[in-house]
């Protein structure tokens, strides 16, 4: 057994499981495992920790570490801290669960949404003048750049919305739907 090995197994199981989990839950999201679970070693630290620490604790090599490192302060999730005392670069993750899901969104709006909906408007103007573009390709290129618009403005939107507001949203789901007369699916 490593002395990395050693430090991730002296963890109180709890942590552990969220650290293992949420890489895990990384991949699924498109993220690297190393890159989600240093994410989740620094939000569930409760003092700042330095890359050498983090390579440590989790078995990851400290190269991985500080592109890893890089990568999530460019979403903003994570700041490089000063410890006094200390020489070596500590770093801190945003605790704020919704001021992270923020964080998170804009960076993937900004990488996927806008990208996509600058892509789906030059294929539009591209199929008018294409008479090998049939009206039903067209129609499903509206129809995806509509949807993909209209959730642009939906989310610029609710970044206006204070957190409070959003959660009494979230938590009223349930009777939004009942009040709709939908049923949950």
């Not at 002395?3 to 890489?23: C, N, Q, S």
């Not at 008018?128 to 939906?154: I, P, S």
Request: one cysteine or more.
């Amino acid at each position: 057994m490593t002395e990395t090995t050693k430090t991730i197994e002296i963890m109180p199981e709890a942590v552990r499981r969220f650290i293992l989990h949420w890489g895990d839950m990384g991949q699924q999201w498109g993220v690297n495992r190393s890159i989600a679970q240093i994410h989740a070693l620094l939000y569930i630290s409760e003092r700042p920790l330095p890359a050498d620490v983090i390579s440590d604790s989790l078995g990851i090599a400290r190269s991985n570490v500080s592109n890893s490192l890089k990568e999530l302060m460019s979403y903003k999730i994570v700041q490089r801290v000063p410890v006094a005392g200390e020489r070596r670069d500590h770093f801190t993750a945003e605790t704020d669960v919704w001021e992270l899901a923020r964080r998170i969104a804009a960076v993937r709006k900004a990488r996927e949404i806008d990208p996509a909906l600058e892509t789906l408007a030059h294929c539009l103007s591209d199929a008018d003048g294409d008479m090998q573009v049939t009206d039903e390709q067209r129609r499903r290129l509206r129809e995806m750049h509509a949807f993909t618009a209209d959730m642009d403005r939906w989310y610029t939107q609710m970044q206006a919305v204070p957190v409070r507001t959003l959660t009494r949203l979230v938590r009223l789901g349930d009777r939004i739907v009942a009040l709709l007369g939908l049923t949950a699916r």
